[in-house]
């Protein structure tokens, strides 16, 4: 069996922004696309769902009227080579609504919520990519069947153009920068 039986080709070419951005949302839906590579991420638990959900919920009713809170959509993060990520979380500036694509400049926080098999991908790799695109805040949210979910929240130094570690969140995610917001992780 060769890897052509297994997926297109296109999966196996670097893909340019002009490529990807002729394909239809139906061929977007559940990739990244990494160093023009096409990452494809499994699909998410109920739970992962549920918790992105509620999260980009209680996000969105806190930021008002001039920031948007939404799941499942690409960040833009550079044009060569092609990197789009989509966090399953992210806040943006609500007047970039129309704007495709989604760039880190519209973007004040990406919130990823960590599924087995994406460890890794959450706490280091996409951790220092958002932040080499400049992306102000960086969640990473830890889950486990038995327990609340931990929230790991990040703050970017603009000086090194790193993130420093913010507050760590169990239970009751009570952040206060950029705009106040309350939510309630212990009824997942």
């Excluded at 990452?39 to 739970?47: D, E, I, T």
């Excluded at 960040?75 to 806040?91: A, E, Y």
């Excluded at 830890?142 to 931990?150: I, N």
Aim: a negative charge.
């Amino acid at each position: 069996m060769t890897a052509e039986m297994i997926a297109p080709a296109w999966m196996h070419t670097q893909i340019t922004a002009e490529q990807y951005d002729s394909w239809s949302e139906a061929q977007c839906a559940g990739i990244e696309i990494v160093d023009g590579m096409v990452v494809v991420s499994p699909s998410a638990s109920k739970r992962h769902n549920r918790l992105a959900r509620i999260l980009a919920n209680s996000l969105d009713a806190a930021a008002g009227p001039e920031w948007n809170a939404d799941t499942d959509f690409d960040i833009r993060l550079q044009d060569v080579p092609l990197t789009n990520r989509r966090p399953d979380v992210t806040v943006y500036r609500a007047d970039s609504i129309d704007v495709t694509p989604t760039r880190p400049e519209h973007v004040l926080l990406a919130v990823e919520v960590v599924s087995p098999g994406s460890e890794t991908t959450d706490r280091i790799v996409k951790l220092e990519q958002y932040a080499r695109a400049g992306i102000a805040f960086y969640w990473r949210v830890e889950q486990s069947p038995s327990t609340v979910p931990l929230v790991y929240t990040y703050l970017l130094d603009p000086a090194s153009g790193s993130y420093r570690q913010g507050e760590i969140f169990t239970g009751t995610v009570k952040a206060s920068a950029p705009f106040p917001v309350e939510v309630d992780l212990g009824a997942l």
